[in-house]
């Protein structure tokens, strides 16, 4: 397939996404980026970790500003993105590897609670 196919081809899949099934996309988009930011870090290839935590801290932007403010929920969550975008920027700062073990685990189970919800839903 070339390389245009491919790209129309994303571009319709992302196009007929469900809300919860973009959700949980971001979510594991995130999560990816974290373990290449800790592989980077790891092997000391500093350009491509820092480009894998600014991917991450553009997800965590772009959930937290599209919260419906109108569900207590959203409250918790623009409070734990916040919280996010504090220990990513501290993990850029510091090249902390801590941070990432930290943060990790909280954004998988963020993303299995909101794909539990999906199937509970009956949208999965």
């Given at each position: 397939?070339?390389?245009?196919?491919?790209?129309?081809?994303?571009?319709?899949?992302?196009?007929?996404?469900?809300?919860?099934?973009?959700?949980?996309?971001?979510?594991?988009?995130?999560?990816?980026?974290?373990?290449?930011?800790?592989?980077?870090?790891?092997?000391?290839?500093?350009?491509?970790?820092?480009?894998?935590?600014?991917?991450?801290?553009?997800?965590?932007?772009?959930?937290?500003?599209?919260?419906?403010?109108?569900?207590?929920?959203?409250?918790?969550?623009?409070r734990l993105y916040d919280y996010f975008l504090f220990r990513l920027g501290q993990l850029k700062a510091g090249r902390n590897k801590?941070?990432?073990?930290?943060?990790?685990?909280?954004?998988?189970?963020?993303?299995?609670?909101?794909?539990?919800?999906?199937?509970?839903?009956?949208?999965?």
């Amino acid at each position: 397939m070339n390389n245009n196919g491919y790209q129309q081809y994303r571009q319709q899949m992302v196009n007929t996404m469900t809300k919860d099934e973009m959700l949980i996309l971001l979510y594991d988009e995130s999560i990816k980026r974290l373990v290449r930011a800790q592989f980077n870090l790891e092997h000391q290839n500093y350009d491509e970790f820092n480009d894998s935590v600014e991917r991450v801290e553009k997800i965590i932007r772009y959930l937290s500003s599209i919260l419906d403010h109108k569900y207590p929920i959203s409250a918790e969550l623009y409070r734990l993105y916040d919280y996010f975008l504090f220990r990513l920027g501290q993990l850029k700062a510091g090249r902390n590897k801590e941070v990432i073990d930290d943060i990790k685990p909280k954004i998988i189970e963020l993303r299995d609670a909101f794909k539990e919800a999906s199937k509970s839903n009956g949208k999965a």
